[in-house]
């Protein structure tokens, strides 16, 4: 990909460095143990977190955060614990995520993957009820990635039928997974969302 050097914004790795997670962006040195390491490059082989960050570094802001490898990452940690300048790439790619959601919020960009929604309404049912709620999870999911409640229950239900037996096998989709059951101490729970949301 040639660079447009006079689109380039000098201000993007401090942009990514002010972000919680993003503080290390700087001490990478290129290496690729990141990407030599990473499992998710044997099912996609354009995910290149390594490329990611250099392009970072670079000032390719429009590049990077349109880009749709940016929301592949597992967070298995297999490139932080490789990585020999300690870098948590898993939070910087987070910080990276988190710009991009911001420009998306401000009508500046467009988001392509569903992941976004995915962390949000997982992160929704940890608040609500101290745990994660499968059921509750797909419900709120499914109807906003697909635009509209209908649309959203019948992907569920395509889904669902696909890998719901072994999910009803492990206990997922039984009697307590249909109704929501909350931990003792939700108020703790609250209050570490309360404090995060500050």
Known sequence: ???????????????????????????????????????????????????IIQMSLLGMREEVL???DLWICLICQTCTARCPQDVVVSDVLGAIRRIAEKEEEAGKLKIESPRPLFDKAFLHQLEKYG??????????????????????????MKDY????????KKGKMGPKAIL???????????????????
């Open 180 to 198: 929501p059951e909350k931990i003792k101490r939700t108020g703790e729970v609250k209050k570490i969302f309360e404090k995060i949301g500050d």
């Open 131 to 156: 745990r994660l709620y499968d059921i509750g999870l797909a419900k709120e999911y499914y109807p906003k990635k697909e635009g509209s409640f209908i649309k959203g229950m019948r992907a569920m």
């Open 66 to 68: 349109s880009n749709p």
């Open 1 to 51: 990909m040639p660079i447009k050097t006079w689109e380039l914004d000098p201000n993007f790795r401090n942009e990514i460095m002010n972000e919680p997670g993003g503080e290390h962006l700087a001490s990478c040195f290129q290496c690729s143990t990141c990407t030599l390491g990473c499992p998710i490059t044997e099912i996609v082989p354009s995910y290149n977190p390594r490329k």
């Open 161 to 168: 039928k696909d890998f719901g037996m072994r999910m009803f």
